[in-house]
């Protein structure tokens, strides 16, 4: 039985939305964008900064598993933000609509190669 090819758009759509992969892109973007200043001022060695990238990947991994359950969800989210209740509520940043602006043009070259052939896509 011959080997079917999975288009460009097929590998990129399945890798992007696996669980690990969403869980490592949400620790990255809550978590170690906003850490690296403290890492590199308070001198934690890399060791400590592995061990920390970790349990963030490991937390985003079992919030996201939650999103599927809207009962687990809320029970999730009030449970978590019991100790977050002073905090300020999020608003948009510059930093925010930056990373929100350039998913969206990367979202649009998936678009843009949705249904098409890997000769297609490069030309080949």
């Known amino acids: 039985m011959p080997k ?33 200043d403290v890492h590199a001022k308070y001198k934690i060695t890399d060791e ?16 996201l598993s939650c999103l599927d359950d809207e009962e687990l969800t809320a029970s999730f989210v009030q449970m978590m933000s019991l100790e977050a209740t002073g905090w300020d509520n999020p608003k948009e940043t510059a930093d925010t609509k930056r990373h929100l602006r350039l998913a969206g043009e990367i979202a649009e070259e998936l ?5 098409k052939t890997n000769r297609e896509v490069y030309g080949v």
């Open 111 to 115: 678009r843009g190669i949705k249904g």
């Open 4 to 36: 079917t090819t999975r288009t460009i758009y097929e590998r990129t759509m399945s890798k992007a939305l696996s669980r690990n992969m969403k869980a490592k892109a949400v620790a990255y973007f809550v978590f170690r964008e906003v850490i690296e």
């Open 48 to 63: 400590e900064m592995m061990a920390m990238n970790k349990k963030a990947v490991n937390r985003a991994a079992a919030f």
